[in-house]
């Protein structure tokens, strides 16, 4: 009989109080899973974006760089994919009716872009109901 290896699932978990500074333990943490899971870089590289940039949105606009509220960042890594989990304990925001990043209104504008790019990079992107969650697939 022919037994198929079994999938393991590795959890990381991470707290982080909503200040700049907390981006260096998320860098570390995909850096960490990038070498242990043999992540290739173009997929490691758009991980770092992607994640930089829904972290550094829940911090100062989710939580309003109130250190006393948390961005709580989840990963499920196994042979084929990474699944993140980002979590803010802020109001949440609309999503579905944000400015198109691509209109001429909007090129020279400074912000504006991040979900907009995450969507492209990330293999899919989806908000909770609240918009205060955003779950990334990475597939690896």
């Not at 989840?74 to 803010?88: F, G, P, Q, S, Y």
């Not at 504008?109 to 992107?125: E, N, P, S």
Request: overall charge negative; hydrophobic content about 40%.
């Amino acid at each position: 009989m022919d037994h198929a290896p079994i999938q393991t699932t590795e959890l990381y978990t991470l707290q982080l109080p909503s200040v700049r500074e907390s981006i260096t333990l998320l860098e570390n943490l995909i850096e960490e899973i990038a070498d242990k899971h043999q992540i290739a870089d173009d997929t490691f590289a758009n991980m770092m974006t992607c994640l930089n940039e829904v972290v550094i949105n829940a911090i100062i606009h989710g939580n309003k760089l109130d250190p006393a509220k948390k961005v709580i960042i989840n990963a499920e890594v196994d042979a084929k994919r990474a699944l993140w989990t980002i979590t803010d304990e802020g109001e949440g925001f609309d999503y579905v009716h944000l400015p198109d990043p691509t209109a001429d209104e909007n090129l020279e504008k400074l912000t504006g872009r991040g979900v907009f790019i995450v969507k492209h990079l990330a293999d899919q992107c989806v908000f909770n109901a609240k918009g205060n969650e955003v779950e990334l697939l990475f597939k690896i």
